[in-house]
Every structure is written in C-alpha cells, then in structure tokens.
C-alpha cells in the first residue's frame, strides 16, 4: 500500500488544513491546545449534545467541526485580549529566558508588550467551505476586543501554505 500511495503524496496532500494558530511562545501555543480540546467548563464536545442530537450521523461530524472552530476562536481572541493587557494579562510570562516573569517584582509591567510577542497569526483553511465566514469571525472577534493589531488572519491552502 504504501507503494502505492507515496507517488500521491506529491500531488495530493493527505490531510485537509482546517485552522492553524501561531502564537509566540510554547506555553501559549500549550495552553491554546489544551483549552480548545473542550468547552469553556471542561466538558467535552460530545457530552455537550443529546443522545438523540448524536444519533443524526449526517450533520454530527459538522456540528462537531463547528462547536471546535468556534472554541479555538474563543481561545485565541482571550489569548490576544490577555497578552494585549486585559485582565491583567498572563503574569508570569517570559519571552526570553533571562527574563524573570512579566510581572514578578514589578518586571515589564511599566511598558506595553512589543506587537512581534503579542502577535496571534491564524490561518483557515480555504478547502473548507465556511472559511471566508469564519476569517470574518476573528477579524470581528478582534475589533470588539481592541486588539486589531494584534491578529493577524489569513487563508491557506491545501498544502498549509499562506494565500495573501
């Protein structure tokens, strides 16, 4: 089988981008992940639905798709509204490893986070047919928040490279 199928690899890729989101340290990108594996509670995706919700096997992997975009959307836009100073921010967060912590012993705390740190990339899938709606929603997501500058939306292919 994979004879066969490692030819296609160069032609088609072997999974589908559906959404990709870059932040600027590993335990952002860590906490980003962990949270969007559930609801806002911990519950999980498919907890959240009835029995006889889950039955429609048509629309369930769609409304599973749905509820985990709209999650990570969530997530995301906290992250940008945190690093951007709201609620206090993320005390404790380091960009470099001589830094002792935002926020310990009144480190960084006088200046603002640079945009280069604060910066949250996301990348939607254009394979997916909701993907201009969904660009939209974190482009909306972001003016209500204030932190316009400090997102930056875009479509990518198949392939996960960035469309401008």
């Known amino acids: 089988i994979r004879e066969v199928y490692l030819p296609n690899l160069e032609k088609e890729p072997f999974w589908l981008p559906?959404?990709?989101?870059?932040?600027?340290?590993?335990?952002?990108?860590?906490?980003?992940?962990?949270?969007?594996?559930?609801?806002?509670?911990?519950?999980?995706y498919y907890a959240s639905m009835s029995n006889d919700d889950r039955k429609c096997l048509i629309s369930?992997?769609?409304?599973?798709?749905?509820?985990?975009?709209?999650?990570?959307?969530?997530?995301?836009?906290?992250?940008?509204?945190?690093?951007?100073?709201?609620?206090?921010g993320f005390v404790g967060i380091r960009f470099a490893t001589h830094e002792r912590g935002r926020g310990i012993e009144g480190e960084g705390l006088a200046d603002a986070i640079p945009r280069?740190?604060?910066?949250?990339?996301?990348?939607?899938?254009?394979?997916?047919?909701?993907s201009e709606m969904e660009a939209e929603a974190y482009r909306d997501g972001a003016v209500e928040s204030g932190g316009t500058d400090a997102i930056d939306v875009a479509l990518m292919n198949s392939w996960g490279r960035r469309l401008d």
């Open 60 to 88: 369930y992997s769609h409304r599973m798709t749905a509820m985990r975009l709209r999650r990570m959307r969530q997530v995301a836009l906290e992250i940008c509204r945190r690093l951007a100073g709201y609620k206090g």
């Open 116 to 130: 280069d740190k604060r910066l949250v990339k996301v990348q939607i899938g254009n394979s997916y047919k909701h």
């Open 18 to 44: 559906l959404v990709a989101i870059t932040v600027s340290t590993r335990p952002l990108a860590l906490t980003l992940a962990r949270l969007s594996r559930g609801l806002a509670r911990g519950l999980a």
